[in-house]
């Protein structure tokens, strides 16, 4: 399982930074997201979030009896998603304004700080 799930997590990494080096902003924005999904399953499968036993102390304990679930990956995993999706739904609208502001969605295109006229 941790081998698949290793496999995975190398070909989310290589795809996301090949997407992030192409000319297309669209291509940047999947390859970034790519990236965060990489590095989600990279702090799961680090944290070894699968242990089946909740990390509850039951009554009359004093401390959790080992093997159980580490909440700290989990809440990590939680928050980046939320920033990624922040950080996607910013990017996705910062296209679409340059796409109609410029009509062009190449990066070459938009490194010079000429104005573009429209055909």
Request: glycine share 6%.
């Amino acid at each position: 399982m941790y081998l698949l799930l290793s496999i995975l997590i190398g070909v989310l990494f290589t795809t996301g930074i090949y997407m992030v080096l192409r000319r297309s902003i669209v291509k940047l924005v999947i390859g970034l997201a790519l990236l965060t999904h990489a590095a989600n399953l990279l702090i799961f499968v680090a944290g070894r979030v699968n242990t089946p036993i909740p990390p509850i102390i039951g009554k009359g304990e004093d401390s959790l009896i080992p093997p159980f679930a580490d909440p700290i990956p989990q809440a990590l995993i939680l928050t980046a998603i939320v920033i990624s999706f922040g950080l996607t739904s910013f990017a996705i609208v910062l296209i679409k304004r340059t796409y109609k502001q410029t009509g062009t969605e190449d990066l070459d295109d938009l490194n010079t700080t000429d104005k573009i006229e429209k055909l």
